[in-house]
């Protein structure tokens, strides 16, 4: 999985999974830009990587900031949006509007505006992949900013994935699975993940986490091109992609690794609906 020649950005990158992103492209022969607030943590990943890497310290959410550093970094061929935020744990109603929406803004708008900055390039070229990192989209109370804002991507993947495939852009949705960051951090040990996430402990008890080079592995092989096929999909490191390349007619025709609602029952009309959608979600135009 040789990516000498590549330029590949990874937000939120100066620490924890961001880094580990940052360094397993940055071993296979990329060029590596990391993106974050914090300069010392940005400067901590680029002396991990060497004279391949470079950082600029920035706000995704900031679209004049985001669209400043994409024209400094020049063409991009990967870019990983890895830069999010957990949010608040707690009631919805009891909880701050202004801390919920911020969750939304940095999990969806930054990784919008990311892609907005590459994709003309990628199209133009007509070439690139963008790797955008969610989570499982479950329905768990007590977490309702951090997992709306991931859903909202993950659906996201699959619409603009939808329309980059016939410039050979490639995007997809990557769950890294449960690795001992910050983030996992505070949902075991504060006292608000401690009282309305109790279940999150588990993971942890049951020895289902990863280390950070399981979910790296996997970005870096996501990030060479030889998964394209797999473009608009949810994957993990938990997931056979041969498999999945091999069994792509299947995974297409069944929707496998999409988001989708099934109904207890279809009538007529909401049938012909979705037949019409399903061939929409297919068309290649």
């Known amino acids: 999985m040789d990516l000498k020649g590549h330029t590949a ?3 939120g990158g100066g620490r924890g999974l961001g880094r580990a992103f940052a360094q397993a492209l940055g071993a296979r022969g990329a060029k590596v830009v990391v993106i974050a607030r914090s300069e010392h943590e940005l400067d901590e990943t680029v002396a991990s990587i060497g004279s391949r890497a470079r950082a600029f310290a920035a706000n995704v959410t900031d679209a004049e900031s985001v669209g400043e550093v994409f024209r400094k970094i020049g063409a991009v ?5 890895n830069a999010g935020v957990l949010g608040p744990i707690g009631p919805f109603a009891e909880t701050d509007f202004d801390d919920w929406w911020r969750t939304i803004d940095v999990n969806v708008r930054g990784s919008m505006l990311c892609m907005h900055a590459v994709l003309p390039g990628m199209i133009e070229r007509h070439g690139g992949r963008i790797i955008n990192i969610v989570t499982s989209a479950f329905s768990p109370a007590y977490l309702s900013a951090y997992l709306t804002s991931k859903t909202a991507l993950i659906r996201a993947t699959e619409c603009i994935a ?4 016939p410039h ?9 699975g449960t690795v001992a960051t910050a983030m996992t951090n505070r949902s075991l040990h504060s006292p608000e ?3 309305w996430i109790p279940w999150f402990r588990q993971t942890f008890d049951q020895g289902l986490t990863l280390p950070p080079e399981r979910p790296a592995a996997m970005i870096a092989a996501l ?9 608009g999909l949810y994957v993990t490191p938990f997931d056979d992609l041969d498999a999945l390349v091999a069994n792509r007619d299947r995974v297409e025709q069944e929707r496998l690794h999409t988001l989708q609602i099934r109904p207890l029952k279809a009538s007529e009309v909401s049938a012909a609906l979705t037949a ?5 979600c297919r068309a290649r135009t």
């Open 223 to 231: 990030a060479s091109g030889k998964y394209d096929a797999l473009s």
């Open 9 to 11: 950005v990874v937000t």
């Open 276 to 280: 019409i959608r399903d061939q929409a």
């Open 193 to 195: 993940g401690q009282k």
């Open 162 to 165: 939808a329309e980059t495939k």
């Open 77 to 81: 061929d990967v870019l990983v949006n």
């Open 168 to 176: 050979r852009v490639s995007i997809f949705s990557a769950g890294p």
